[in-house]
């Protein structure tokens, strides 16, 4: 099959580098310049582990495009994977939906039988009551009889991604006529997991349920964490016992400093934004966006009361990208903790294996080393904020600090004297 996917970021180079294995063509199609250059060096255009070498192995199956219209000509079907941010209110942003699908609307004029697919995460009603119909508007043409829309959410984890997309614990698609069933069906045919077929709007609902549930699990964690901590408890050996019981599975549950990301914080906020536009007041959710805004300020409170007034304190902060394994910052819990440390007055010393680059747009000031140990030097405090790996193997580099005091935001230490934000 010949696909052409919108947007090369974290979920579209995933998605694209995938099919081209599965054995389809497939365009990349990405306004930004750089990533466009990148792929056609088989180089990925963010962090993803495998995903260069993926690249490479299916360069002859990759084409490359800065514009729609040429990169979707002569496919089958297209996907949609550019950003849906947050506007202010937390309310879904549709700028770069809505400009796509413009550009797609034109592109389906010269086109026949043409599948669009919306991959990117949109509230329950987006793809048929807004770009559906500016698909119609700008194409000239009628859905089911020239073109088909069908939405796919995606439920990779950056860092595992391509695990991720080959063994998925499930397949949910959206759809809206038959033409559109026989596309997907066909793309999908080799996976052997659950696909539930449903309507559009129920395909989009699935994917901001099941981001908000896995947010909850996570803030509940930490709630308990909280009080554990307070109780003298652990709550890593409590949700261990917690987690064998069936009914609520061992994974979400691990207390610290809670999520961030480019999903569960903007998705949760999104749907909490479409209830209340719908006159519901979800409490649950509220409270658990509420719970993980504390996490942070929690973990300096907790720095503050073992190494004192941080003004003018030396503090070595160990991951900042959102998790392990990837170089994305957004909404990384490592950035309201830089705000809190600087406004007190902290001098910082960061690093990360693969984000300190992206920091340093955001906060520019403060030190970035190029490894742990040089960010540990002299250090009056540390804050371990991610579960990379190499962190966990830390031991005499902590040697290095003026004053062993190590604060852990994510449990991973195997070192001595450290402390957890929840145990
Ligand atoms: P991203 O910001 O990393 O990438 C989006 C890309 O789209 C950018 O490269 C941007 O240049 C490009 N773009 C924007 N407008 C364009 C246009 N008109 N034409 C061509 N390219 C355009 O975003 P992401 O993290 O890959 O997320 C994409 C969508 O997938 C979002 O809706 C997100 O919520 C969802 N999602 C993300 C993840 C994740 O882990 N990142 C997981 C599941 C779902």
Same mark, same amino acid.
């Given at each position: 099959?010949?696909?052409?996917?919108?947007?090369?970021?974290?979920?579209?180079?995933?998605?694209?580098?995938?099919?081209?294995?599965?054995?389809?063509? $497939?365009?990349?199609?990405?306004?930004?310049?750089?990533?466009?250059?990148?792929?056609?060096?088989?180089?990925?255009?963010?962090?993803?582990?495998?995903?260069?070498?993926?690249?490479?192995?299916?360069?002859?199956?990759?084409?490359?495009?800065?514009?729609?219209?040429?990169?979707?000509?002569?496919?089958?079907?297209?996907?949609?994977?550019?950003?849906?941010?947050?506007?202010?209110?937390?309310?879904?942003?549709?700028?770069?939906?809505?400009?796509?699908?413009?550009?797609?609307?034109?592109?389906?004029?010269?086109?026949?039988?043409?599948? $669009?697919?919306?991959?990117?995460?949109?509230?329950?009603?987006?793809?048929?009551?807004?770009?559906?119909?500016?698909?119609?508007?700008?194409?000239?043409?009628?859905?089911?009889?020239?073109?088909?829309?069908?939405?796919?959410?995606?439920?990779?984890?950056?860092?595992?991604?391509?695990?991720?997309?080959?063994?998925?614990?499930?397949?949910?698609?959206?759809?809206?006529?038959?033409?559109?069933?026989?596309?997907?069906?066909?793309?999908?045919?080799?996976?052997?997991?659950?696909?539930?077929?449903?309507?559009?709007?129920?395909?989009?609902?699935?994917?901001?349920?099941?981001?908000?549930?896995?947010?909850?699990?996570?803030?509940?964690?930490?709630?308990?964490?909280?009080?554990?901590?307070?109780?003298?408890?652990?709550?890593?050996?409590?949700?261990?016992?917690?987690?064998?019981?069936?009914?609520?599975?061992?994974?979400?549950?691990?207390?610290?400093?809670?999520?961030?990301?480019?999903?569960?914080?903007?998705?949760?906020?999104?749907?909490?934004?479409?209830?209340?536009?719908?006159?519901?007041?979800?409490?649950?959710?509220?409270?658990?966006?509420?719970?993980?805004?504390?996490?942070?300020?929690?973990?300096?409170?907790?720095?503050?009361?073992?190494?004192?007034?941080?003004?003018?304190?030396?503090?070595?902060?160990?991951?900042?990208?959102?998790?392990?394994?990837?170089?994305?910052?957004?909404?990384?819990?490592?950035?309201?903790?830089?705000?809190?440390?600087?406004?007190?007055?902290?001098?910082?010393?960061?690093?990360?294996?693969?984000?300190?680059?992206?920091?340093?747009?955001?906060?520019?000031?403060?030190?970035?080393?190029?490894?742990?140990?040089?960010?540990?030097?002299?250090?009056?405090?540390?804050?371990?904020?991610?579960?990379?790996?190499?962190?966990?193997?830390?031991?005499?580099?902590?040697?290095?600090?003026?004053?062993?005091?190590?604060?852990?935001?994510?449990?991973?230490?195997?070192?001595?004297?450290?402390?957890?934000?929840?145990?």
């Amino acid at each position: 099959m010949k696909i052409s996917i919108i947007g090369c970021g974290y979920v579209g180079a995933v998605t694209k580098a995938c099919l081209a294995e599965l054995g389809n063509g $497939v365009c990349f199609i990405d306004i930004d310049d750089k990533k466009i250059k990148k792929i056609k060096s088989c180089q990925s255009p963010i962090y993803e582990p495998g995903l260069d070498a993926l690249l490479e192995r299916n360069a002859s199956r990759i084409s490359t495009s800065t514009s729609i219209q040429e990169g979707i000509t002569g496919s089958d079907c297209s996907f949609i994977c550019v950003g849906t941010p947050s506007n202010e209110d937390g309310s879904i942003n549709l700028t770069y939906i809505k400009s796509a699908a413009v550009e797609i609307g034109n592109a389906l004029r010269t086109m026949k039988n043409h599948t $669009v697919v919306v991959k990117s995460t949109v509230v329950p009603g987006t793809t048929e009551d807004v770009i559906l119909p500016m698909l119609e508007k700008h194409s000239l043409k009628r859905v089911k009889e020239d073109f088909s829309v069908a939405m796919n959410p995606e439920f990779l984890k950056e860092g595992s991604a391509l695990n991720d997309f080959f063994h998925p614990d499930r397949i949910i698609l959206g759809i809206g006529d038959e033409r559109g069933r026989t596309v997907l069906g066909e793309l999908y045919r080799s996976f052997s997991c659950p696909k539930l077929c449903t309507s559009i709007k129920t395909a989009e609902m699935t994917k901001y349920v099941s981001n908000a549930f896995l947010a909850t699990k996570i803030s509940f964690s930490n709630e308990i964490g909280n009080i554990c901590k307070k109780l003298d408890i652990d709550v890593y050996e409590v949700m261990e016992g917690v987690g064998l019981d069936q009914r609520i599975g061992p994974k979400f549950l691990n207390a610290g400093a809670g999520f961030g990301g480019s999903c569960f914080p903007k998705d949760v906020a999104a749907l909490i934004a479409l209830a209340q536009q719908k006159g519901e007041n979800p409490i649950l959710l509220k409270s658990a966006i509420e719970i993980n805004e504390k996490q942070p300020g929690r973990l300096v409170e907790l720095l503050k009361s073992r190494v004192g007034e941080l003004k003018n304190k030396r503090i070595a902060i160990l991951g900042l990208a959102f998790k392990d394994n990837t170089d994305d910052i957004r909404d990384s819990r490592a950035i309201p903790v830089i705000a809190d440390l600087l406004e007190r007055g902290a001098d910082i010393a960061a690093y990360d294996p693969m984000a300190n680059e992206a920091m340093e747009k955001i906060y520019p000031s403060i030190r970035y080393c190029p490894s742990a140990a040089e960010a540990l030097e002299g250090a009056d405090g540390c804050l371990v904020m991610t579960e990379w790996p190499e962190f966990a193997e830390l031991q005499p580099e902590f040697d290095r600090m003026r004053k062993k005091v190590i604060i852990e935001g994510r449990r991973i230490l195997s070192c001595e004297g450290y402390e957890g934000i929840c145990w």
